[in-house]
């Protein structure tokens, strides 16, 4: 069974910054694809952010210029750095990675951004 635990959250008033971090069980070094999602109360979950084929990022439009996803394969993490908060990027951040035939996803961190 793959973990992925998820860190960094907190509480930061509009125009801070966090980092969130999510740790895997296994390595990552071979994942093609993995992301950052996020849920708002009485939303839907929605991508924000992932890493493809390694290397290539896609963002949501809501985020671009102001979060940037990377990831360590030797530390088997990934991070999203969040610059230049605003309230409505509140939400439970979760972390999502394909390992096998499976998707697997951390417990969530909240994030909430005071105005």
């Known amino acids: 069974q793959v973990q992925l635990v998820e860190s960094g959250g907190g509480l930061v008033q509009a125009g801070g910054s966090l980092r969130l971090s999510c740790t895997a069980s296994?390595?990552?070094?071979?994942?093609?694809?993995m992301g950052w999602y996020r849920q708002a109360p009485g939303k839907q979950r929605e991508l924000v952010a992932q890493?493809?084929?390694?290397?290539?990022?896609e963002y949501a439009d809501s985020v671009k210029g102001r979060f940037t996803i990377s990831r360590d394969g030797a530390k088997n993490t990934m991070y999203l750095q969040m610059n230049s908060l605003k309230p409505e990027d509140t939400a439970v951040y979760y972390c999502?990675?394909?390992?096998?035939?499976?998707?697997?996803w951390g417990q969530g961190t909240q994030v909430t951004v005071s105005s």
């Open positions: 890493i493809v084929s390694g290397s290539r990022t």
């Open positions: 999502n990675a394909p390992f096998g035939n499976f998707e697997y």
């Open positions: 296994e390595s990552i070094f071979s994942l093609n694809r």
